[in-house]
């Protein structure tokens, strides 16, 4: 049974057509990389699977645990294991992270209700583990974080929400090598049989942390080639310019 | 029911309600005579509302702030005595209304008085023992109307001193025709370590539409005083034109806590002011909903070294709706200082402005002021402005302005929604967000119902 399958996936933003023919199947446990100049698809891929309304599904689509999730909300996508961290994330000045992740928790895992103790021990835990500072708890969402504190809170949403897929976009990116270490042991640490993750990067550094099964190559909106872990060191020698397609 | 339709009815329903005494429509010499009559007052302060009266004839219709031009004078009942029961029992009230008090979680016993099921709240009892206890500190704590009659010199030395009739065209009508109110009187050194809030929700129904309320703080004092409650006021009455005069004497330190939500036909225009003397502290915090238009800038006048003022405010402008808020600063002494923070959220056509003054005159050396006024705006129709004016005559000061005006943009929902938050559970809590700095200076409870209630007003618009 496969996880995740992309098939044929082409999407518009407006008149612009970004993803043209996307194929990619995970299966459970798995970890994927995908890898790409700027301006190759990447991150419209994670948004597309997460549901962002400002893109159209022209053809094709995305299927989750074989079922056909396209016409599916950003929210409904998350209650079924979906995960986004995000390259960006949002600010919310004035809303407690706290407060806002058990809100997230009980609408993600309503059967699985935590008072407000047990979530906050949990919340402790995950923090301490990636060395997030106390002091950032009590501020607003991302309110004031650094580029590394972002991210760092994108993995521990990701720890306490338990997700099947996480998706990650360009994580690795204005990380210092030791936010990169911690953010990386994060995630090698929820890594299961059973939760598959979809790394995209524009670099290998990441990935020789969170180590992929798989690697794929995106340029123009198509996966232009896949391999094994290989794939990447050759990325990184030789860069994306002998795969690059000319543009029809 | 359907909730929306609940809040709506509720909102716009016209009230039933009967009244032993009506004065006849409209407004002359003869009308405050009658409630100067009525009230049984002396000639004292019926001669202060006939010159009020006088001063309102003169006096021009502002031509600033919101849009005024549908007020008509001669269509409102000045004064106006409700009868004590209005519903026989509890399910002769509206479903609609029971409903919408239910949601806000106000307790049974609250919602009967305020649908006026009961005459008499059952707390009653409760408020005797505070005022007891506070009788014991000479602390005074009536309505207007009683406090006039108990304390005549004190109300006859403070009232309208700080809020003259001329100060402007509503000042001068409240003034003529007030009814209602209260009056609060804090002896030296007394700190009242309560709110006086639980009174005044008793109060809430025959607040009326004319209050005027007096607050004195003799040197040292401390009092916090809670007005209005969350739950809808709703009347026919389309004006509601309030004083609120506060004296802060040195070292002294008052907080007013306002929530009001007035029903979507009312001119709310509101004059408040304090005075501040040395050292001394006054804090407005000020929850603007519902009105048809609001216009309120409550001010602080630091006339003492050392004073400082606050106006803290949220505004939530819905359709059809303007907020026009803000707050004042006068450094009338050196080294005052004051903080207006103002918050406001506008919907659909609704339409919030900030308002606001500081004014340092030559010679108020060492003064510091900071003004953050924050919009958020939460569709493409909705409008927010800004009118902050700064009259700083000195060059020692620290002045500090910060504007911003945010709309909760689709990638901040977007972000919210793929935590697996609704699309109404999002907007929920970047609003919550949005007004945490000001909420939480709320006592608990009208923080509580602040939220709901917003989440109430909020719920037409997602789908």
Redesign the interface.
């Known amino acids: 049974m496969k996880l995740l399958e992309i098939y044929n996936l082409n999407v518009k933003a407006g008149n612009k057509h970004i993803l043209r023919g996307v194929n990619l199947s995970m299966r459970p446990g798995e970890t994927h990389a995908i890898m790409g100049p700027n301006g190759s698809g990447k991150s419209t891929l994670a948004s597309v699977i ?5 893109y159209a599904i022209t053809q094709g689509g995305v299927r989750l645990n074989g079922k056909l999730i396209n016409s599916l ?3 409904e ?3 079924k294991g979906v ?2 961290s ?1 390259q ?9 992270i706290e ?3 058990r ?2 928790f009980n ?2 895992h309503p059967q699985n209700n935590l008072s407000v103790v047990e979530f906050h021990n949990r919340f402790l835990t995950a923090a301490n583990q990636l060395r997030i500072r106390q002091d950032l708890a009590g501020r ?2 991302n309110e004031g974080f650094s580029g590394g504190e972002k991210k760092k809170l994108e993995i521990l ?1 990701l720890a306490l ?1 338990e997700p099947s897929l996480g998706i990650l976009d360009e994580t690795d990116s204005g990380l210092d090598i030791d936010a990169l270490k911690t953010v990386s042991a994060g995630v090698n640490a929820l890594r299961t049989a059973k939760r598959s993750f979809l790394v995209i990067t524009h670099y290998v550094r990441i990935l020789k942390y969170v180590k992929p099964d798989w690697v794929h190559v995106m340029i123009d909106g198509r996966i232009v080639l896949s391999g094994d872990w290989k794939l990447a060191h050759q990325i990184e020698k030789r860069g994306y310019d002998w795969l690059n397609v000319k543009k029809k | 029911m359907r909730p929306k339709a609940t809040n709506e009815e509720l909102l716009t329903r016209p009230d039933d309600v009967a009244y032993l005494f009506k004065a006849k429509k409209g407004l002359s010499e003869r009308v405050v005579r009658e409630i100067s009559h009525l009230k049984g007052e002396s000639d004292w302060m019926r001669d202060i509302r006939l010159r009020a009266y006088q001063v309102f004839l003169k006096k021009k219709m502002p031509t600033w702030g919101g849009d005024l031009s549908k007020i008509r004078f001669e269509d409102i009942f000045y004064y106006m005595k409700p009868v004590e029961k209005v519903f026989q029992n509890w399910s002769d009230v509206p479903t609609a209304i029971r409903s919408t008090y239910q949601r806000l979680g106000i307790p049974q016993a609250e919602q009967k008085y305020l649908s006026g099921v009961m005459a008499q709240y059952e707390s009653e009892a409760v408020y005797h023992n505070l005022k007891d206890r506070m009788g014991k500190n000479g602390v005074i704590f009536e309505d207007m109307d009683t406090a006039l009659k108990k304390y005549p010199e004190i109300v006859k030395k403070y009232f309208g001193r700080v809020i003259p009739a001329g100060d402007n065209k509503f000042a001068a009508l409240n003034t003529a025709v007030w009814s209602g109110g209260s009056f609060v009187y804090v002896p030296a050194g007394v700190k009242v370590e309560f709110p006086l809030q639980a009174y005044f929700r008793i109060n809430a129904r025959n607040a009326g539409q004319f209050e005027r309320t007096l607050i004195v703080a003799e040197p040292g004092s401390f009092v916090h005083y809670v007005e209005g409650c969350t739950a809808p006021v709703y009347t026919t009455n389309s004006l509601h034109s309030a004083v609120v005069e506060i004296i802060v004497k040195p070292g002294a330190r008052v907080r007013y806590t306002t929530v009001q939500n007035w029903s979507k036909n009312v001119y709310n225009l509101v004059t408040k002011r304090s005075f501040v003397y040395e050292e001394g502290v006054m804090e407005w915090v000020d929850g603007n909903l519902g009105s048809k238009l609001t216009m309120k800038y409550p001010s602080v006048y630091l006339l003492g070294r050392k004073a400082h003022g606050e106006v803290l405010s949220i505004a939530l402008a819905g359709d059809g709706q303007h907020q026009d808020a803000g707050g004042k600063a006068i450094h009338g002494a050196p080294e005052t200082t004051s903080r207006i923070i103002s918050k406001s959220i506008a919907k659909e056509t609704g339409r919030t402005s900030y308002r606001g003054l500081v004014r340092v005159p030559r010679g108020m050396t060492g003064a510091k002021s900071n003004v953050v006024c924050d919009a958020l705006l939460l569709d493409e129709r909705s409008r927010s402005d800004t009118y902050p004016t700064m009259e700083i005559k000195e060059s020692d000061v620290q002045i500090g302005h910060e504007a911003s005006v945010g709309k909760i ?4 929902l ?10 109404a ?1 999002a907007m929920n ?2 609003v ?6 000001i909420a939480k200076e709320l006592p608990l409870e009208y923080a509580v119902e602040l939220n709901r209630l917003i989440q109430l007003e909020m719920e037409g618009s997602v789908g």
Do not use: C, K, T, W
């Not at chain 1, 997460?50 to 400002?54: I, V």
């Not at chain 2, 943009?409 to 901040?412: A, F, P």
């Not at chain 2, 972000?415 to 609704?422: C, I, P, V």
């Open positions: 997460m549901g962002h309304p400002g909300d950003p929210d996508r998350a209650r995960f986004l995000f960006y994330p949002s600010e919310v000045p004035g809303l407690s407060h806002f992740l809100n997230a609408a993600i607003g969402l949403q929400l | 943009g689709e990638e901040q977007f972000y919210l929604r793929s935590r697996g938050l609704s699309e559970e809590l970047i919550a967000g949005f007004i945490e700095p």
